[in-house]
């Protein structure tokens, strides 16, 4: 679902759906007791892979020690 472009929103109501379905009494308490977290882990790991960075981002930063030449091949390699 999550590479389909789901909002987290939709994600996350998905999840409670499922989780209402279980019956077992231990596995609630495990639910209510580490939900809260793993979404919150969840939400800023989600937050996190939300980053686009381009080629030309990468040059001016990480790359900036290329020469033009240089910058030029990486570029026709990537088309």
């Given at each position: 679902?999550?590479?389909?472009?789901?909002?987290?929103?939709?994600?996350?109501?998905k999840?409670?759906?499922?989780?209402?379905?279980?019956?077992?009494?231990?596995?609630?308490?495990?639910?209510?007791?580490?939900?809260?977290?793993?979404?919150?882990?969840?939400?800023?790991?989600?937050?996190?892979?939300?980053?686009?960075?381009?080629?030309?981002?990468?040059?001016?930063?990480?790359?900036?020690?290329?020469?033009?030449?240089?910058?030029?091949?990486?570029?026709?390699?990537?088309?």
């Open positions: 679902m999550k590479d389909s472009g789901v909002s987290y929103e939709e994600l996350s109501a999840v409670d759906d499922l989780l209402k379905l279980v019956t077992d009494e231990d596995k609630k308490k495990t639910i209510d007791e580490y939900g809260p977290s793993c979404r919150r882990i969840y939400g800023d790991r989600l937050k996190q892979g939300n980053h686009e960075h381009t080629l030309e981002e990468y040059f001016q930063t990480h790359l900036s020690w290329l020469t033009n030449t240089q910058k030029d091949e990486l570029k026709q390699m990537k088309k």
